[in-house]
């Protein structure tokens, strides 16, 4: 499985991005996808999931409210949508895939339970 994130970029306090990730897997209908975000000189963090039908969804306590994850499986594209932008949201943003995902009880939510990633975009919030 191959991703490609895209659609980071430079933006003010308040202000919204849409991160799209596209996957090269005819299969991604059937994957748990994530985002998760990485900040200079911290550790890579979980901030939403979708499940494969798109019908569930979950998010890290810190971008509840502000971020909506979707998907299309008619183009095997997963999204991030983020508003009300805060400049603690900048990091370099990551999509992945938990092949796994149907069969947990729980969400995934760490680094090691997702097993493809894409390359990163990063995204840049000034105040």
């Known amino acids: 499985v191959q991703l490609q994130a895209f659609g980071g970029g430079l933006v003010q306090a308040g202000g919204s991005l849409r991160l799209s990730c596209a996957a090269s897997?005819?299969?991604?209908?059937?994957?748990?996808m994530g985002w998760f975000r990485q900040a200079p000189g911290k550790e890579r963090e979980f901030v939403a999931a979708?499940?494969?039908?798109?019908?569930?969804?979950y998010y890290a306590a810190s971008v509840k409210g502000r971020f909506a994850i979707s998907r299309d499986n008619s183009i095997s594209t997963l999204y991030l949508q983020m508003n009300s932008l805060k400049p603690e949201d900048t990091a370099v943003y990551y999509c992945?895939?938990?092949?796994?995902?149907?069969?947990?009880?729980?969400?995934?939510?760490?680094?090691?339970?997702?097993?493809?990633w894409g390359q990163g975009t990063q995204v840049t919030v000034s105040s």
């Open positions: 897997a005819r299969t991604f209908s059937g994957y748990t």
């Open positions: 979708i499940n494969w039908s798109g019908g569930s969804t």
């Open positions: 992945a895939a938990d092949l796994r995902g149907r069969f947990r009880e729980s969400w995934a939510t760490s680094r090691s339970e997702y097993d493809y």
